[in-house]
C-alpha cells in the first residue's frame, strides 16, 4: 500500500501510526498547490478532494480521511492496541477523541493558516482554538496518553496538530500539559523516524 502525503500537514498522523504499526508501505510526496505526485501523476485521479491523507491498496482503491485511515491502521494489528477493539466504550473514546481534534482543533487551526482570511475571522478562529486548547489540557491530565497508559493512533493525531502552533504563534508554553505531552509522543523512536522521513528532523 502506499501513502500520499504532504510534509507535516495532517498525513503525518496516519504516517506515523503505519510506523508504530509495523506494517509495509511507500511514500508519495504530494504538492498540494500543483495536484501533482512526486511521480508527476495527476493526484485528483487519485483522490478527487484533492487533500492528503490518502491510503491507496494494492487493488488501486483508496481510503481517504485522517481518522478512517488510523481506525483501518490500528485495527491490522489489534496486538498493538493502537485502536480499542470494536464495540467496547473505549472504542468509542477514541472516536471522541478523533473527532474532537478533527473538528475543534484541526479546523480552527486551519483558519489561521489561511493567508486570504480577514483578520477577524482569524482572530475568532484563535480564541476557539484557544478555549479548545484550555479544555485538551485539562482532560489530558497527568495522563501520559489520551486514552490513559497507551499510545493510540489519537496520539498521533493530537501530536501533529499541536506542532503547527509554532507555525501561527500559538505558543504551548500556556499549556504545560500539552507541552510536555508533545515532548513526550516526539520522543519515541517510530514518531522520530516518521519526522526524519518526511524531512522535518535532521539526522
Not at 152 to 181: E, I, K, N, Q
Request: proline residues 6%; glycine residues 8%; positive net charge.
Amino acid at each position: 500500500m502506499k501513502l500520499y502525503f504532504s510534509p507535516g500537514s495532517s498525513s503525518l498522523a496516519p504516517h506515523i501510526a503505519l510506523r508504530e504499526a509495523g506494517l509495509r508501505f511507500e511514500l508519495e510526496r504530494v504538492s498540494l498547490k500543483t495536484k501533482k505526485t512526486a511521480s508527476d501523476a495527476d493526484f485528483l485521479r487519485i483522490n478527487p478532494k484533492g487533500y492528503v491523507p490518502t491510503l491507496q491498496f494494492e487493488d488501486g482503491s483508496v481510503l481517504t480521511e485522517g481518522p478512517a485511515i488510523m481506525l483501518w491502521i490500528g485495527d491490522q494489528v489489534p496486538e498493538k492496541r493502537l485502536a480499542p477493539a470494536p464495540g467496547t466504550m473505549e472504542r468509542y473514546h477514541l472516536i471522541e477523541c478523533l473527532n474532537f481534534i478533527a473538528t475543534e482543533l484541526h479546523k480552527n487551526f486551519g483558519g489561521l493558516f489561511d493567508a486570504a482570511a480577514p483578520e477577524a475571522a482569524k482572530a475568532s478562529a484563535r480564541a476557539r482554538l484557544e478555549k479548545r486548547l484550555d479544555y485538551q489540557d485539562k482532560a489530558l491530565g497527568n495522563a501520559p496518553f489520551l486514552l490513559g497508559e497507551h499510545f493510540t493512533v489519537a496520539d498521533a493525531y493530537l501530536f501533529t496538530v499541536l506542532g503547527w502552533g509554532r507555525f501561527v504563534d500559538v505558543d504551548l508554553a500556556r499549556w504545560p500539559r500539552l507541552a510536555a505531552y508533545v515532548g513526550r509522543i516526539g520522543a519515541r523512536p517510530k514518531v522520530l523516524d516518521t519526522l526524519k522521513a518526511e524531512g522535518l528532523l535532521k539526522g
